[in-house]
């Protein structure tokens, strides 16, 4: 699975973005999905994750209520709707692939990965 994550750029506290991540292959609609992020300075963190089917998500705590994932699985695209944006959430965005389809966080659980797309927030 190859991975292409784009609709990253500069917004204002408070502003909306849409992060989109396009897989290549087949199997798409067999992997459960996740977004990771990473700031300067800082580890990998996790974001949120969608099952395979969409039947499931999960968020970190720090972006529940105002970032929603989603899937497109005849499209082979998940999504990151970013609302409410803060200075904070300034990083780089990863989306990865986990083999298995169910939910997980850990970011050794995902075996693909895309190249990551920027994120700016300014106060």
């Known amino acids: 699975v190859q991975l292409q994550a784009s609709g990253g750029g500069l917004v204002q506290a408070g502003g909306s973005l849409r992060l989109s991540c396009a897989a290549s292959?087949?199997?798409?609609?067999?992997?459960?999905m996740g977004w990771f992020r990473q700031a300067p300075g800082k580890e990998r963190e996790f974001v949120a994750t969608?099952?395979?089917?969409?039947?499931?998500?999960y968020y970190a705590s720090s972006v529940k209520g105002r970032f929603t994932i989603s899937r497109d699985n005849a499209k082979n695209t998940v999504y990151l709707q970013m609302n409410s944006l803060k200075p904070e959430d300034t990083a780089v965005y990863y989306c990865?692939?986990?083999?298995?389809?169910?939910?997980?966080?850990?970011?050794?659980?995902?075996?693909?990965w895309g190249q990551g797309t920027q994120v700016t927030v300014s106060s």
């Open positions: 969608i099952s395979r089917s969409a039947g499931s998500t």
């Open positions: 990865a692939a986990a083999p298995g389809g169910v939910v997980t966080t850990p970011f050794q659980k995902y075996d693909y």
């Open positions: 292959g087949r199997t798409f609609s067999s992997y459960a």
